[in-house]
C-alpha cells in the first residue's frame, strides 16, 4: 500500500476522507434544502398554478405582495409572536434549567416533566389547548369564574391586549394602531412557550453543565452571592448557548405553523386575521383554490431575507458579548 | 437474536397497518362492486347526514349500473377538498369526478384539466332540448364558461328564515316578516327579558359571522359585489353600508352573534325567535327541536333577493374515455328529476330541476316542512356570485374583514367595508380575470 502512504504523505487523502464523509450529508442537504431555495428563488418570478409554469412575470409578485395589506398584516402579526414567544421563552427556560441545574430531589422527574410537551404530537397539544381556551367549555375559563375573574374569550377574541388594558382600567380611548397583538394570538402564544421550553431547557442545562465547578468555587471563597455569581460567572460563561437558544428560538418562532392552523378559526387566522402569521399566508396563497406557487415562493423568499438579515444582525451585534 | 426480535415488531406493526389500511379503504362498497366494472373515484366534501344520503345514493346507482362503480370519497370540507384537487392535478393524477367551486372549475379549464360536459349532453347519452330547459333558469348557465357547459350543478341552497311558531305566536305574530322593517320589528319584538332578572333571555335573532348573509342583504337594498365589469369590489357603496348596518343592528340589537353555528343550538333550545340559514341547515336540525317551526323567503328590501351557494360537479380531462362517459351516466343520473328531488328532500339542498319540485319525492317534504315551497320560489330570482379565483380569494376578506369587524363593533360598517374593498382591490391586482 505505498501509494496510499505516499499520498498520506502529499496530505491527499485527509481532505478525500472528508469529504467521503461529507457527501451523505452534504447530498441530503442539497437535494432537500438547496435545491428547494434555489428553484423557489427561480419560480418566484413565474405564474405556476397546479404545478405548471404558466408564464414569466418577472417582480409582479413582490409588487403585488408589497400592495396586499393582507401580507403586511400577517408581517406584523409574525413580528408580534417572535417578539412575544422569543424573550418568554428564553426567560423560563433559563430559569428553569438553573433551578433544575441544582442538585434537588425528583431531578429526572422534573426533568422528563418539563420535556414531554416537545415530544408529544404538536396536533395533539394543539387540540387539548383548543379545549382549554374555549370559551363556555374550556378549563381556562372555568379556573378563572373560580377564582373570581370574568371569563375571557381567548382564540375568539381579535381585541388588542394593551387596548383591553386600557378599557379594563376604564379609559375610553386608545390609539388603534397600540392595541398590540389579540389576546386570540397571545393565547396561540403561550401554547408555543409552553410547548418550546422543555428543548431550550435541555440546551441551557448541557450548557450550565460545561461551565467548570472551579470558577463557582473560586466565587463562594470569594464571598460572591448567588446573584453575583449568577451575573459574573453563570451568565457570561452561558453566553454561547444563550445565544444559540434565541438564534434558534427566533426562527422556528417565525416559522410558526402548524398552531395556527390548527388551533384558529374557523377561518384559520381568525379572529378578523388577527393570528394570521407570514407561513400561513404563503401556505393559503400556494395551496387554496386559485393559488399561486410562484407567488407562494416570493413570499417564501421575503420570509427567508427577513429571518437571513435578523440572523446576520444577531450575529453582527448580539454576538459581540458573547464569550467563547 | 435482538435483531430478529425487532424485525419480528416491525414486520407484525407492519402487516397489521395494511390490514387496517384494507379494512378502511373498503368503506360500505365492496358489496356492489362488479368485477371488471368502470371505476369512478368522486371527490366530495359532503359529511354528516349529508355524506349519508350521497353514500345512500351512490349505492343506488352502482346497484342499478352494475358496469360502473363510483367509489365516494370524502375529504371533510371544501379547503381540504381544493388543496387535494389542486395538488392531484399538479401531480397529474386527479379523480374522475369531483365537487368543485365555480372558481376551481375556472382554474381547471385555464389549466386543461376540466372535460367539457357539452359533448355529452350533446351526444347519444344526452339530454333533449326539454330537459335542458327543465333545468333551475341561471344554473347551467353559472356552469357555462366562454358558451361551453364546463360543470353541472350538485348541491345547491339558498337562505331561508327559520321560525319559531310557537315564540312568534306567543307575541301575536301570526306570519314571518315580509320586508326588512318587518323583519326588524318582530326581531325587537320577539327579543325580551322572560324571566324579570334584568338581562335578556329571549332573542329576536341569532346569527354568525357570515359574508354569504351580508351578500343577500346587498343585493336585496339594490347593491352589488363587484363592478359590472367583474375587476372592483363595489360592495362598499352606499348600498352595501346600508345593508351592513341593517346586519349589526339586526344581529347586535335584537340578536346574538355566535361563533360557528351555536346559534343554530340556541334557536333549537327555543331560545330564539327566528333565524337564517341555508336550506341544508333543515338536515342539521331535523328532530333536535321541539317547538313548530316553519320556514320563509328572505324579507325583501328594496327588492326581493338571493345568492345560490355551493358547488357543481366536474370530469377530469385527464381520465380515460370510459370513465368519462360512467363519470357523466353518473351526472345524469344524479341531476335527473327523481334523483335529485330525493337528494333535496333528504338533505335540504335545492332541486336543480324545476320539474323535481312537482314531484312525489319533493310532495311529502313540501307538505312536512311548513313554507319550503316558498323557500324554493326564491329560486325564480336567484342570483350567482362573482366566479374568478381574485374573487374567491377576496371573499375571505370580506368576511374576515368587514362583516366581521363590524358585526363585532370594532369598526363602523362603513369603514370595514372599505377596508375589506382595498384587500380585495388588492387581490384583482395582477391576476388575470377569468
Not at chain 2, 359571522?209 to 367583474?230: H, P, R
Request: with cysteine.
Amino acid at each position: 500500500m505505498s501509494w496510499l502512504s505516499t499520498l498520506r504523505r502529499r496530505r491527499f487523502v485527509d481532505p478525500l476522507t472528508a469529504a467521503l464523509y461529507l457527501v451523505p450529508a452534504g447530498v441530503v442537504i442539497v437535494i432537500f434544502r438547496m435545491l428547494p431555495i434555489a428553484s423557489a428563488f427561480f419560480l418566484s418570478f413565474f405564474d405556476v398554478k397546479m404545478g405548471r409554469i404558466r408564464g414569466f412575470v418577472g417582480l409582479a409578485h413582490y409588487a403585488k405582495l408589497g400592495a396586499d395589506p393582507t401580507f403586511w398584516n400577517s408581517l406584523g402579526t409574525t413580528a408580534y409572536y417572535v417578539a412575544g414567544v422569543v424573550p418568554v421563552s428564553l426567560f423560563l427556560a433559563l430559569l428553569a434549567a438553573v433551578v433544575l441545574n441544582r442538585k434537588i430531589r425528583a431531578l429526572g422527574f422534573y426533568r422528563t416533566v418539563y420535556f414531554l410537551p416537545v415530544v408529544t404530537s404538536l396536533v395533539a397539544v394543539s387540540m387539548v389547548w383548543k379545549w382549554i381556551f374555549h370559551p363556555r367549555l374550556g378549563l381556562l375559563n372555568y379556573l378563572l369564574e373560580r377564582l373570581g375573574g370574568g371569563s375571557l374569550l381567548w382564540l375568539d377574541e381579535p381585541h388588542g391586549i394593551f387596548e383591553m388594558a386600557a378599557t379594563a382600567v376604564g379609559w375610553q380611548w386608545w390609539p388603534d394602531g397600540l392595541a398590540g397583538p389579540s389576546l386570540a394570538l397571545i393565547a396561540v402564544m403561550i401554547v408555543a412557550i409552553w410547548r418550546g421550553i422543555g428543548y431550550n431547557i435541555v440546551i441551557f442545562l448541557a450548557g450550565l453543565q460545561n461551565i467548570p465547578d472551579q470558577y463557582y468555587e473560586a466565587a463562594k471563597i470569594d464571598g460572591a452571592s448567588t446573584m453575583q455569581i449568577f451575573r459574573r460567572v453563570t451568565w457570561p460563561l452561558l453566553s454561547p448557548t444563550t445565544f444559540y437558544v434565541l438564534l434558534s428560538t427566533t426562527i422556528v418562532s417565525f416559522q410558526v405553523f402548524t398552531q395556527i392552523y390548527l388551533m384558529t378559526g374557523p377561518p384559520v387566522g381568525g379572529p378578523m386575521g388577527t393570528t394570521k402569521v407570514i407561513v400561513y399566508y404563503l401556505f393559503e396563497r400556494g395551496f387554496d383554490a386559485g393559488g399561486n406557487m410562484g407567488f407562494a415562493s416570493a413570499v417564501a423568499l421575503v420570509l427567508f431575507a427577513i429571518i437571513l438579515s435578523l440572523t446576520l444582525f444577531q450575529r453582527r451585534i448580539v454576538e459581540r458579548r458573547v464569550y467563547y | 437474536m435482538k435483531r430478529i426480535f425487532t424485525f419480528g415488531v416491525l414486520a407484525v406493526a407492519l402487516a397489521s397497518t395494511v390490514v387496517l389500511l384494507a379494512g378502511c379503504g373498503g368503506g360500505g362498497e365492496e358489496e356492489t362492486a362488479a368485477i371488471g366494472a368502470v371505476k369512478v373515484p368522486f371527490w366530495h366534501a359532503m359529511g354528516g347526514p349529508l355524506g349519508d344520503a350521497l353514500d345512500e345514493l351512490v349505492l343506488e346507482f352502482n346497484a342499478t349500473h352494475p358496469e360502473i362503480e363510483v367509489e365516494s370519497i370524502s375529504m371533510g370540507r371544501y379547503q381540504a377538498l381544493s388543496q387535494k384537487i389542486m395538488a392531484a392535478v399538479a401531480a397529474g393524477e386527479p379523480p374522475v369526478l369531483a365537487q368543485a367551486y365555480e372558481a376551481w372549475t375556472g382554474e381547471l379549464i385555464e389549466n386543461g384539466s376540466a372535460e367539457p360536459l357539452q359533448g355529452f349532453f350533446d351526444g347519444p347519452d344526452g339530454l333533449s332540448e326539454e330537459d335542458l330547459a327543465d333545468f333551475v333558469p341561471g344554473m347551467l348557465d353559472n356552469n357555462t364558461w366562454d358558451g361551453v357547459v364546463y360543470s353541472f350543478p350538485f348541491n345547491k341552497s339558498v337562505r331561508a328564515l327559520y321560525l319559531n311558531k310557537n315564540l312568534f305566536e306567543a307575541e301575536g305574530l301570526t306570519r314571518a316578516p315580509a320586508t326588512w322593517r318587518e323583519y326588524e320589528d318582530m326581531a325587537r319584538r320577539l327579543t325580551k327579558d322572560t324571566d324579570g332578572d334584568g338581562e335578556i333571555d329571549q332573542w329576536g335573532t341569532a346569527g354568525q359571522i357570515s359574508a354569504w348573509m351580508f351578500e343577500n342583504l346587498l343585493i336585496q337594498n339594490g347593491g352589488q359585489i363587484l363592478t359590472d365589469d367583474g375587476k372592483h369590489a363595489a360592495f362598499a357603496r352606499s348600498e352595501g353600508v346600508e345593508a351592513l348596518e341593517f346586519m349589526v343592528r339586526l344581529l347586535t340589537k335584537y340578536g346574538k352573534v355566535t361563533s360557528g353555528y351555536e346559534y343554530q343550538n340556541d334557536f333549537q333550545a327555543g331560545k330564539v325567535g327566528m333565524i337564517e340559514g341555508s336550506t341544508v341547515s333543515l338536515s342539521f336540525m331535523e328532530g333536535k327541536y321541539t317547538f313548530d317551526m316553519a320556514v320563509a323567503p328572505l324579507p325583501a328590501g328594496k327588492q326581493k333577493g338571493c345568492f345560490v351557494a355551493g358547488t357543481n360537479v366536474v370530469i377530469f380531462a385527464e381520465a380515460k374515455q370510459q370513465e368519462k362517459e360512467a363519470a357523466w351516466k353518473f351526472i345524469k343520473w344524479f341531476t335527473s328529476p327523481d334523483v335529485t328531488a330525493r337528494w333535496a328532500a333528504k338533505t335540504g339542498y335545492v332541486p336543480v330541476r324545476m320539474s323535481a319540485i312537482e314531484s312525489e319525492a319533493m310532495a311529502a317534504r313540501l307538505d312536512e316542512v311548513e313554507g319550503l315551497r316558498e323557500v324554493l320560489a326564491q329560486l325564480e330570482f336567484a342570483s350567482y356570485e362573482p366566479r374568478s379565483a381574485a374573487w374567491y380569494a377576496g371573499r375571505k376578506h370580506l368576511e374576515e374583514g368587514a362583516v366581521e369587524g363590524a358585526l363585532r363593533q370594532i369598526l363602523t360598517p362603513k369603514e370595514a367595508l372599505q377596508g375589506s374593498a382595498e384587500a380585495v382591490e388588492a387581490e384583482f391586482l395582477g391576476v388575470v380575470p377569468m
